[in-house]
């Protein structure tokens, strides 16, 4: 029986008998970058709608304009079965296509650089062993003039910064280890780094929030306020291993994030993770005076809370741990940017659902109930109750982002 299943795995992983006998390492390679392309969440982007794993096809909504991720499975005529590992090397950390041809960076090979070479060959190993899907996808589906690949070599030069990543003297291996993971394969700042009007990242503020494509990805330093450094480091290691903690249940982007990447991490690199961003310098900005409650739009705000908030939020924001987020102290709630607060006010939410956390409680749509006075209204009472303090929500704001959420019902 252990020969039969031992064979099994063998034409699985695409090896002979006498291939893995002479090298016994290949199923350690193999393994190392099946758990580095869940690190690099490759499956997030290149899983297409037919199910196929890695054969491309899903739509990346950029603020450009659309790219279909490509097929990384290992067929020769419309995958990377055809590649060298030096031109699959070159794609991954220097974004340059086997043609010579520039990435557009909805690929994060800017942050892929700082992967090692040993790490980037292990994926192409594991790659190796999916099954090659023809599937031919045109990748590019930019308007003019985005859609000319050669404009991307000035891009390059402005954005790209190539090398691996160095270890930090003096930091702890652990740090070291999650600053690998932040700024390398997890590529945590395409998301949570603001951008330039080019969608380059703004290199002065690192992971201090920004928005992207209808969603706010919050800040992810060390400020007590706005970003981790109210949570101990085993609450932030909870909500990536579960996507919920006392404060927070991931929606949205970063749900798929915690299903498809986080949740299958080792708690090492979680906790790795963890110190390294808890280690973040904050934004030197001071808290805003949380406005009175005497004022009219606080009592209209907190009316609307205690009718349609309360019950699941409690009286005092606490909510309910692992099922409605807490209000109180909440640097969700209380971020510069308002988009998610909005959204999830206006269209609803669903958390996301994992083996530790299976429920995935959702927050109902509202849009339908309230007018953009009563969003703006009780958003603000939450933004400035409990401790919070936050500045007032613009009825004119919640409009705009109204019309938006509608013109995009399919998100």
């Not at 790219?67 to 974004?95: E, K």
Request: charged content about 15%.
């Amino acid at each position: 029986m252990r020969t039969l299943a031992a064979a099994g795995l063998l034409a699985c992983l695409g090896l002979s008998a006498a291939e893995a006998a002479s090298d016994p390492q290949a199923f350690d390679l193999v393994d190392r970058g099946r758990y580095l392309s869940i690190l690099a969440d490759c499956d997030g982007c290149h899983t297409g709608a037919n199910g196929k794993p890695f054969a491309g096809g899903r739509p990346l909504e950029t603020p450009f304009g659309t790219l279909l991720a490509p097929n990384i499975t290992p067929d020769r005529a419309t995958g990377i079965g055809a590649w060298s590992d030096d031109a699959f090397d070159r794609a991954v950390r220097s974004g340059i296509a086997p043609d010579g041809a520039h990435l557009y960076p909805a690929m994060p090979y800017p942050y892929y650089a700082r992967m090692t070479r040993e790490d980037v060959q292990a994926i192409r190993a594991y790659l190796n062993t999916v099954e090659p899907v023809p599937n031919a996808v045109t990748s590019n589906q930019l308007p003019f003039p985005f859609d000319i690949r050669a404009s991307m070599a000035a891009w390059h030069a402005l954005y790209f910064q190539p090398g691996a990543f160095k270890p930090v003297a003096g930091k702890p291996e652990a740090w070291n280890r999650g600053a690998y993971l932040v700024e390398g394969p997890g590529h945590c700042g395409v998301c949570h780094t603001p951008k330039t009007w080019l969608g380059g990242d703004k290199t002065s503020s690192p992971l201090k929030g920004g928005v992207l494509l209808g969603w706010f990805a919050p800040d992810l330093s060390a400020d007590p306020r706005l970003g981790v450094g109210g949570w101990s480091a085993a609450e932030l290691t909870t909500y990536l291993r579960t996507g919920h903690n006392q404060s927070a249940g991931a929606s949205g982007p970063m749900a798929e994030v915690v299903s498809r990447s986080t949740s299958q991490m080792s708690d090492a690199d979680l906790a790795a993770i963890a110190s390294y961003l808890k280690d973040q310098p904050a934004a030197a900005q001071a808290a805003p005076a949380a406005i009175a409650a005497s004022d009219p739009v606080m009592k209209q705000g907190g009316a609307i809370y205690h009718d349609q908030c309360m019950a699941c939020h409690a009286p005092d924001g606490a909510g309910v741990t692992g099922m409605f987020p807490a209000l109180k102290a909440s640097p969700a709630v209380q971020q510069s940017d308002v988009t998610n607060l909005a959204r999830v006010v206006l269209r609803g939410a669903q958390t996301v659902q994992t083996d530790r956390a299976p429920t995935g409680p959702a927050m109902p749509s509202f849009d339908w109930k309230l007018n953009d006075d009563q969003v703006a209204a009780v958003l603000t009472y939450v933004r400035n109750s409990w401790g919070n303090a936050a500045a007032a929500v613009d009825a004119g704001k919640i409009k705009s982002l109204r019309q938006g959420f509608a013109a995009h019902r399919d998100e």
